[in-house]
């Protein structure tokens, strides 16, 4: 056997983009690298803060993006993805920059969910802010028109500590800020099938979300793992 080189690092084919925060990541959370039950890549994008991608449109910093993206490509990822499902709007930028795939948001999910939901029921959002996710980030991911949205904006705990890029965070409370919000998409929406969670900090909830409402739930977690099934699919051994 003749093994082939060009790469820096071998063996992680997701490269993640990262937002510059501080807030805890705890397990479950797509920045923790225990979350995952295979290697990653991380690269952390400077100045780009949770208020400047949610609440701002990460004006200003898709050159840096880019740039990161690049940096990810040549030290081995053969494939990038981002940590914030607003990102959703450089997703044409960044497939074009990078010879490799490009799966920015987690709202990308969401047709693909309505394709096996029984007939008349249909995905919702749960995103950390409804007052800044716009038609052009739903667009941009081809999230089909009048999917319903819920929020855990005005909660206790969840938005404010995120979006505020706080130190600390009440776990409980941020959990049940997502519960809550989950069981009020449901209340206002009774064919909702599914719920799509576009915030990558909400995944750590993902269990309670389902528990609590009985429906399925799809998050950034999901998508990446699909994503990197393809990007390095099993090898089994023959028989």
């Avoid at 497939?95 to 999910?109: E, G």
Wanted: charged residues 20%; contains cysteine.
């Amino acid at each position: 056997m003749i093994a082939e080189g060009g790469k820096s690092i071998y063996g992680a084919s997701v490269g993640i983009l990262m937002l510059d925060a501080q807030f805890p990541r705890i397990p479950g959370d797509m920045g923790n690298a225990l979350t995952w039950p295979f290697p990653v890549l991380y690269r952390i994008v400077r100045n780009a803060s949770p208020d400047r991608v949610v609440r701002h449109r990460a004006e200003g910093m898709l050159d840096a993006f880019i740039n990161a993206a690049r940096e990810l490509v040549k030290d081995g990822a053969d494939g990038i993805t981002t940590n914030c499902g607003f990102l959703s709007l450089f997703q044409k930028e960044l497939s074009k920059a990078v010879p490799v795939p490009v799966v920015t948001s987690s709202l990308m999910q969401v047709e693909m969910v309505n394709r096996v939901l029984p007939v008349g029921k249909r995905a919702g959002i749960l995103t950390i802010s409804s007052s800044t996710l716009t038609r052009d980030h739903l667009q941009s991911a081809q999230v089909p028109d009048g999917t319903p949205i819920g929020t855990t904006e005005g909660g206790r705990e969840f938005t404010r500590a995120i979006l505020g890029n706080e130190l600390s965070l009440d776990v409980d409370k941020a959990r049940a800020d997502n519960v809550d919000a989950a069981l009020a998409l449901q209340s206002e929406n009774p064919d909702l099938g599914a719920i799509v969670l576009e915030c990558t900090n909400m995944c750590p909830y993902s269990a309670d979300i389902q528990q609590a409402t009985g429906l399925p739930v799809y998050s950034i977690l999901s998508l990446v793992s699909w994503f990197q099934s393809g990007l390095r699919p099993p090898r089994f051994a023959e028989r």
